[in-house]
């Protein structure tokens, strides 16, 4: 049953997982934004050297290893937030707002976005 | 009103955004896994000239200014979940279930972790 | 001339250039390695939505930004190894050789790597 | 005798590494610069967990570890810059000049740069 899954129930198991071995002292904001990093590069090193096409059909085992590397970000994106005292669904929520905005439907339809802040190829959402 | 905001209904809108503006073609999970991991870094980035206690103590601005990189962290996170066909909270609780048997309580209490595979100092979680 | 360019000189220079503005206390190890991976990542987003032809042919101008980055992950490095006392170069060499041998030339020609440490696609180089 | 070590010799041995493997298929800038944000997130993933002086202070055999991270950056580095023909080092002695004039000592001495472009904290070098 899938309904007690929430983020919310997931952030209050993990700050049991984190109290329970003590691990508070290491948990600065700091150091779980660099494990949040590392796991979402160690997720990434899955398809590093897969074609676009290969990425999106994954063999079921490396499907398996690469759910657990997205379980390993949200789990300190979780981490992290509950640390900050920020709700990352609120933040999220209005995040998309802010893109909606920042991208009509119109504009942005079917074409990547050009322009950048930073002079980079950045994709909205 | 909070109970209406899910991580499954983030990744309703955030399929939805993405369709709207037909930008299925560059959410390839090659794509989207480095989109993720650039978003990890500009979250990390608050953080890399602080130290740990700095950390812990943003001023209310720069709080506001990582919830957003939070936000683009758990984005792109759920898009690339949806994509790839994985339920990122069913990955996470099983993930904490594993760490749990890995990292009992007795052993772990206190205590950074010294072993790691790949010889890093990884600390569980 | 570029004769007098050297990875060595670089060094030199980076070191002068923050012992001129007393940056040393924020030159740690960690704090280091925080902001390399970040430079890391702004290079990386130049080719996020890219695809790999696409990546392959960039303008002249996007070139520039690159190189930008290419530079700042440089400097990182070379400032991160004086801190550290290691020599980049020594480093990169022998870690060729040992490449050499993990990866004769008849068994790896042409093909991707598919075995890997951590069962991730990990191509040797 | 260092003498020989040059990055200009590191970058021609790396290219005469890959053809011999026929590996440049996967060797296209999109994909390098996966590589090299994967592997300047294992060299910092040793400081993770470490704190500002534990991290100054390593072991002989973490450090040993660190150096072949740095080797591995250093090598992806100097490929990405290959295929893309920029010069890495012209790239960072450019760059330094353009910081000298961004972060003029007067200012910058012994103060951590508060402002920043995109409202983080940045420091220059």
């Known amino acids: ?5 929430t983020i ?3 952030q209050d198991e993990v700050r049991r997982f984190a109290d329970a071995r003590a691990w508070g002292e290491f948990h ?5 934004a660099m494990a949040l990093a ?3 590069a160690e997720l990434m090193e899955h398809f590093q050297w897969l074609t676009p096409g290969e990425s999106a059909a994954l063999p079921a085992s490396r499907k398996r290893e690469v759910a657990q590397e997205i379980a390993d970000v949200l789990i300190y994106l979780v981490r992290l937030s509950d640390v900050l005292g920020i709700d990352p669904l609120s933040a999220a929520f209005a995040k998309l707002s802010v893109n909606a905005r920042k991208y009509p439907v119109a504009r942005a339809r079917g074409s990547a976005v050009k322009y950048s802040r930073r002079g980079r190829g950045r994709h909205p959402l």
Chains 1, 2, 3, 4 share one sequence.
Do not use: Q, S
């Not at 600065?28 to 779980?32: D, G, R």
């Open 8 to 10: 919310e129930r997931l």
């Open 28 to 32: 600065t904001p700091k150091n779980l």
């Open 38 to 40: 590392v796991e979402a």
């Open 1 to 5: 049953m899938r309904g007690g899954r």
